[in-house]
């Protein structure tokens, strides 16, 4: 992903409420699920990481994305941004 398309994403992100948190419970099934349907449904969404969550922000982030194929726009406190493009055809894609 290049500054420029990051950029893009950040500014989309801004806006963006948390779907979902991760907290103590790690990073569960039904987690990847509800998040893997979120991505498919928006592309791009937001997630808080609780404070009592097993890591930290931008390790949990990292093993998310890892696991769901998506990229991370930007961690920034406990607050992380993923990307994935979505092979549904009825989803306003984003434009990179």
């Known amino acids: 992903m290049t500054s420029k398309q990051r950029s893009k994403l950040k500014s989309i992100a801004a806006n963006l409420s ?12 039904n987690l990847l699920k509800s ?4 991505l498919d449904a928006r592309e791009i969404i937001k997630v808080n990481v609780l404070p009592t969550a097993e890591a930290d922000a931008d390790t949990m982030a990292q093993n998310v994305a890892d696991l769901l194929g998506a990229e991370v726009v930007y961690v920034i406190g406990r607050k992380a941004v993923f990307y994935r493009r979505s092979l ?9």
């Open 88 to 96: 549904r055809e009825d989803v306003e894609h984003v434009e990179l």
């Open 35 to 38: 998040l893997s349907d979120a």
């Open 18 to 29: 948390p779907v979902t948190q991760i907290g103590k419970g790690g990073i569960s099934d």
